[in-house]
């Protein structure tokens, strides 16, 4: 298994973890679904869920095709950018809803769009792999 799988699937634990200790907190402490609900619904849907889609992905699809993954520095950046979006998003979420503050706003959008660029790249990634010629 390739260390960047590894990596993927070690964030997602670590997303769900963190995901589900987030849910349990929501319900002690309803009043603070208003701010927290999308770090919880993200950690666990960006986090654990498509990490660890990513991760099989990543193992599995170029073996189902009979190729080698096009590029593995492209999967070492998507393993990057995702997780550094990710955490973006976790933190300026909760903190844009509570202190409405337009910097933060920012931060979040930021965040997004890393996330969002990696996302593009492993699209690509799996694309040339899978539909390569010849
Ligand atoms: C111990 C595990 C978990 C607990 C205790 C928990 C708890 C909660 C709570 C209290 C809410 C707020 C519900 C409300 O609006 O009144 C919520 C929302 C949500 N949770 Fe979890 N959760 C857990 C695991 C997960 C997991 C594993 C996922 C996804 C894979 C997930 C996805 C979501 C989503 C998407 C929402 C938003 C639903 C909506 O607003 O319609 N949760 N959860």
New binding site residues.
């Given amino acids: 298994m390739s260390r960047v799988t590894q990596l993927f699937i070690i964030s997602s634990l670590i997303y769900?973890c963190l995901?589900?200790?987030?849910?349990?907190?929501?319900?002690i402490f309803?009043n603070a679904?208003g701010w927290l609900?999308a770090m919880?619904?993200?950690t666990?849907?960006l986090g654990?869920?498509s990490m660890m889609i990513f991760a099989v992905a990543y193992h599995v699809l170029p073996r189902f095709s009979g190729r080698q993954l096009y590029s593995d520095r492209l999967a070492n950046l998507h393993l990057i950018l995702s997780n550094i979006g990710l955490m973006g998003l976790i933190i300026s979420w909760p903190l844009t809803k509570y202190y409405g503050i337009s910097l933060l706003q920012l931060l979040l959008t930021g965040s997004a769009l890393l996330y969002a660029v990696a996302a593009y790249m492993f699209v690509y990634n799996l694309w040339k792999t899978v539909f390569a010629k010849g």
């Fill in positions: 769900l995901g589900v200790t987030i849910g349990v907190f929501l319900t309803p679904i609900l919880h619904a993200h666990n849907l654990w869920i």
